[in-house]
């Protein structure tokens, strides 16, 4: 059974497929069609609905959380013991929400299909930044597509309801909200469907590995973004699955003197401010990492273990020295990542083994790191190339350095003969030739509809000549990454 909160409504499931998406609950369960479903992917937007979430508060009360999701890639079971809030729940006594109201002031809508995504964008943005300036604006909408309007009007609306917002009956009902999710919270782990599939939320680590030990055929999932995909595109339901959200322990993060931390189930888009403070370009790429509807499901710990050779997060923790705490059962082992890949999509994690915590070195004093991605767009797009770059320079010369690419082979990995050819070399131009070359023996890429095996090798050595300049111009660097 699992509980949560539709508007404020309480409801029980229980004999719902743990392969159903939000999406279709909502549409063909509950007939609320609001919520529209443009790709099926995660790419448009026109699916986004919110939820709320308890979350600790400065003053150490539990308040509300809201993030932007893609029902599209949302299993029904991530809903317990939350709020799902879809856009028919904004109109309030028969008057438009004024995010709503927004949209119709500034004429933010022409066809339509796209509006009601952009309004549940719109909906958290107001919640969680009043006054949000245009940068928080652009990546709040940046997962959001429109065909028709050009985007100024809805920028505007963002603009205006964001300015001065008004209270809300959410704001009237927060209390309440917050007390019958800590009901829910209290009645212990839930667990949805029956002999046909299943799907367990355990609610502690201990609870998890004994689950996982017990069925190592099961699939793990904590945002799902490219797990729900095998289900909707590619039709292959899941017969078992553990949805790793209600685990506190795999959503924390700490800092140590030598070490950051993170919790292998925490979401991207919190692991931005403290991955940004010690790995500044980190942070900025992964500004870059699809949209902010994935980033607030998607989570560091399954980037890592999907095993994709062209996620963006591996290249630049195999550059920064991560390691990985792998568990099974009471047993916990800690890993390099670069043992973790071993082919396409394989790696060392055993069988009802998963990862708990991500462990990235802090840099090392004087340390350089760069990281660059290239893809077809800016944003919410998959690399073509992305490079990771950790160097340390003594009197002009490259003492340490670690070099790693995604999308450049089978999987994610280090540039060993690259490294190899600059180890003790002066860093200057010269070196660096010798390295680019070196780069055709530590890859071969493949050829496919991003890029070509000619233009990936030729960008890896690029970016490795533009980390050159930026790092012997460091205003450059600093004048670039602000013009991005």
């Known amino acids: 059974m699992i509980q949560f909160l539709l508007d404020r409504q309480l409801r029980t499931e229980d004999d719902l497929d743990p392969n159903l998406t939000v999406l279709e609950y909502l549409r063909e369960r509950l007939n609320k069609r609001g919520t529209k479903e443009g790709c099926g992917s995660g790419d448009c937007g026109a699916c986004t609905v919110v939820l709320g979430e308890l979350a600790a508060q400065p003053d150490g009360t539990q308040g509300l959380?809201?993030?932007?999701?893609?029902?599209?890639?949302?299993?029904?079971?991530?809903?317990?013991?939350?709020?799902?809030?879809?856009?028919?729940?904004?109109?309030?006594?028969?008057?438009?929400?004024?995010?709503?109201?927004?949209?119709?002031?500034?004429?933010?809508?022409?066809?339509?299909?796209?509006?009601?995504?952009?309004v549940m964008s719109l909906f958290a943005l107001q919640k969680n930044c009043p006054?949000?300036?245009?940068?928080?604006?652009?990546?709040?909408l940046g997962g959001n597509l429109c065909r028709c309007t050009g985007y100024r009007p809805i920028v505007e609306a963002a603009t205006q309801a964001c300015a001065a917002p008004a209270a809300d009956a959410f704001d009237a009902q927060r209390a309440s909200t917050v007390a019958q999710l800590q009901a829910i919270a209290a009645q212990g782990p839930g667990e949805l469907g029956g002999s046909r599939a299943r799907c367990l939320l355990p609610t502690s680590v201990d609870a998890l590995a004994a689950a996982y030990a017990a069925d190592p055929e099961a699939r793990l999932f904590a945002g799902g973004t490219d797990l729900a995909l095998e289900v909707t595109q590619q039709h292959r339901p899941l017969r078992s699955m553990i949805y790793l959200?209600?685990?506190p322990e795999l959503r924390q993060v700490t800092v140590s003197e030598h070490c950051l931390n993170i919790g292998a189930a925490t979401?991207?888009?919190?692991?931005?401010?403290?991955?940004?403070?010690?790995?500044?370009?980190?942070?900025a790429l992964l500004h870059r990492f699809a949209s902010l509807q994935v980033r607030n499901q998607g989570t560091l710990g399954g980037n890592i273990g999907n095993a994709s050779p062209i996620g963006d997060a591996p290249p630049l923790l195999l550059a920064a020295g991560a390691s990985l705490?792998?568990?099974?059962?009471?047993?916990?082992?800690?890993?390099?990542?670069?043992?973790?890949?071993?082919?396409?999509?394989?790696?060392?994690?055993?069988?009802?083994?998963?990862?708990?915590?991500?462990?990235?070195?802090?840099?090392?004093?004087?340390?350089?790191?760069?990281?660059?991605?290239?893809?077809k767009r800016l944003?919410?797009?998959?690399?073509?190339?992305?490079?990771?770059?950790?160097?340390?320079?003594?009197?002009?010369?490259?003492a340490q350095l670690r070099i790693a690419?995604?999308?450049?082979?089978?999987?994610?990995?280090?540039?060993?003969?690259?490294?190899?050819?600059?180890?003790?070399?002066?860093?200057?131009?010269?070196?660096?030739?010798?390295?680019?070359?070196?780069?055709?023996?530590?890859?071969?890429?493949?050829?496919?509809?991003?890029?070509?095996?000619?233009?990936?090798?030729?960008?890896?050595?690029?970016?490795?000549?533009?980390?050159?300049?930026?790092?012997?111009?460091?205003?450059?660097?600093?004048?670039?990454?602000?013009?991005?």
């Open 65 to 118: 959380r809201y993030r932007s999701i893609n029902a599209c890639l949302t299993f029904v079971a991530s809903l317990h013991g939350k709020q799902l809030i879809t856009v028919e729940d904004l109109k309030h006594q028969g008057r438009l929400h004024s995010v709503q109201q927004a949209m119709v002031d500034c004429h933010g809508s022409q066809c339509g299909f796209c509006t009601p995504g952009f």
């Open 131 to 140: 006054g949000a300036g245009t940068p928080a604006i652009h990546e709040a």
């Open 245 to 247: 959200g209600q685990v």
């Open 267 to 283: 979401p991207l888009s919190d692991c931005y401010a403290v991955l940004a403070e010690d790995y500044p370009d980190f942070g």
């Open 325 to 375: 705490v792998l568990r099974h059962g009471d047993e916990r082992r800690e890993l390099p990542l670069d043992a973790f890949y071993l082919d396409y999509r394989v790696t060392a994690r055993r069988p009802g083994e998963f990862i708990e915590t991500v462990r990235v070195p802090r840099p090392a004093e004087g340390a350089l790191f760069r990281a660059y991605k290239v893809s």
């Open 379 to 398: 944003d919410d797009d998959i690399s073509a190339v992305c490079a990771a770059f950790n160097l340390t320079l003594e009197q002009g010369r490259v």
């Open 405 to 484: 690419y995604g999308g450049m082979a089978a999987i994610p990995k280090r540039a060993v003969a690259c490294e190899a050819a600059l180890r003790g070399q002066p860093w200057a131009s010269a070196s660096v030739e010798a390295a680019c070359q070196a780069l055709a023996e530590d890859f071969t890429p493949l050829s496919d509809l991003r890029a070509s095996s000619e233009y990936r090798l030729l960008v890896a050595q690029n970016l490795l000549r533009k980390c050159l300049i930026e790092t012997l111009t460091p205003d450059l660097h600093t004048r670039v990454a602000a013009h991005v």
